[in-house]
């Protein structure tokens, strides 16, 4: 059964939760650029993302060790006291920044903590892990709308301190329903946590599949998904208005809803094949912005981009949750977030000096040509276009 009591729980705990990290961005943003200007608002950001990156890889091994529900709950009530400190600390003043850092520090490796059990819950949940997935993704994408109109009109009419309480609370809402989950754990009892990694090391590198698409994806991360935001946002904004930026985004999310939807109804025998033919409309969003489209042709590309982006991904989890053993699964997915994600920075990073030396368009159309070469190179790897659905 595809809809159980359990997965009710899991969705709204996993809905509530990517709100809730819609708001933070933009909560820091506004909040911590009110009173420390840009370069506050970069070092609380990277303060969140480098203890994530440092810690994913044990939040595998010990969501294998002691299960991921305990965990995640473990996470979300951290997440909880950290948010809760910094609105406290809003209302009662001004907070330093030290304690910002600390605070976005310490959500971040909890974060670490969490991220691997969101693969690891779903096959406890359900019975249907594609139908689940792709449900998750709409919920997802309409969180990612809300939440930073929701944190921006907070912050607008009551401050930034209202916005973290509320951003706290949703962690609280997360803990309590996982609390309310009745799954059976799934534990792996290893000699120690260094000889867990490393036996998430050995059935990462065994599966050609998997790291044949996480080496693609770190490519990504430096040439097409890490340029994209900082130069997409400059060339559409000076181009078009800061509000064609926005309606360019709200596009992006309709096409992944709509996404989710196909694959709530489409299931590939070759869940990858399928997922890597979507993956070439990705890269009409930063066509589109390269070659100064209008509005129209913008927001079309933006929503195809949306579409095949949320049809890829939901091949890809489902392909993970049922392809590797409960005993490993969150380790691996340990690996998977690590290289896909340590690589983004880099190419956000670039993306400014490179495109002050060459031009924002040739960076935008050097992505382009890399996707699509990337996705060839998917559908050419034998295990990944051969890997069949289960």
């Given at each position: 059964m595809f809809w159980t009591a359990n997965f009710t729980r899991y969705f709204i705990a996993r809905a509530v939760s990517v709100f809730g990290d819609a708001m933070y961005a933009v909560a820091a943003a506004l909040a911590v650029g009110e009173l420390y200007g840009a370069t506050g608002v970069g070092v609380v950001l990277a303060a969140w993302m480098i203890p994530f990156l440092g810690f994913i890889l044990f939040g595998g091994v010990f969501a294998d060790r002691i299960g991921a529900r305990p965990l995640m709950i473990a996470a979300d009530t951290v997440r909880l006291l950290?948010?809760?400190?910094?609105?406290?600390?809003?209302?009662?003043?001004?907070?330093?920044?030290a304690l910002l850092i600390a605070c976005s520090a310490v959500s971040g490796a909890a974060s670490a903590m969490f991220q691997p059990g969101v693969n690891g819950l779903v096959p406890l949940v359900t019975d249907e892990p594609q139908r689940a997935n792709a449900t998750i993704r709409v919920a997802n994408a309409i969180a990612e709308l809300l939440g930073p109109a929701a944190a921006g009109l907070l912050f607008g009419?009551?401050?930034?301190?209202?916005?973290?309480?509320?951003d706290a609370?949703?962690?609280?809402?997360?803990?309590?329903?996982?609390?309310?989950?009745?799954?059976?754990?799934?534990?792996?009892?290893?000699?120690s946590p260094l000889r867990d990694l490393v036996e998430g090391w050995q059935g990462f590198r065994e599966r050609t599949w998997i790291w044949s698409v996480i080496l693609i994806w770190i490519v990504f991360g430096i040439f097409l998904f890490g340029p994209l935001i900082p130069l997409g946002?400059?060339?559409?904004?000076?181009?078009?208005?800061?509000?064609?930026?926005?309606?360019?985004?709200?596009?992006?999310?309709?096409?992944?809803i709509l996404g989710g939807l196909a694959a709530l109804r489409f299931r590939p025998q070759r869940?990858?094949?399928?997922?890597?033919?979507?993956?070439?409309?990705?890269?009409?969003?930063?066509?589109?912005i390269a070659l100064h489209a209008g509005l129209p042709l913008l927001l079309t590309g933006?929503?195809?981009s949306g579409f095949g982006w949320a049809f890829w991904s939901i091949q890809w989890q489902t392909s993970v949750q049922t392809q590797v053993p409960p005993t490993m699964l969150n380790r691996i997915t340990s690996y998977e977030v690590?290289?896909?994600?340590?690589?983004?920075?880099?190419?956000?990073?670039?993306?400014?000096?490179?495109?002050?030396a060459v031009?924002?368009?040739?960076?935008?159309?050097?992505?382009?040509?890399?996707?699509?070469?990337?996705?060839?190179?998917l559908l050419l790897v034998g295990p990944v276009r051969r890997l069949r659905r289960i």
């Open positions: 950290a948010q809760g400190v910094a609105a406290v600390a809003f209302f009662t003043g001004t907070p330093a920044l009419f009551f401050g930034a301190g209202v916005v973290y309480t509320v609370a949703t962690f609280a809402v997360s803990a309590l329903c996982l609390a309310g989950l009745r799954v059976e754990q799934v534990v792996q009892r290893g000699s946002s400059t060339v559409v904004s000076a181009e078009l208005g800061a509000p064609a930026y926005g309606w360019m985004q709200s596009a992006m999310g309709a096409g992944t869940p990858l094949a399928a997922g890597g033919v979507a993956m070439f409309l990705f890269v009409l969003q930063p066509l589109a933006a929503a195809l690590l290289g896909s994600d340590a690589s983004l920075p880099i190419g956000q990073s670039l993306a400014g000096p490179v495109a002050g031009g924002a368009e040739r960076v935008l159309g050097a992505s382009v040509v890399v996707g699509v070469l990337g996705c060839v190179t």
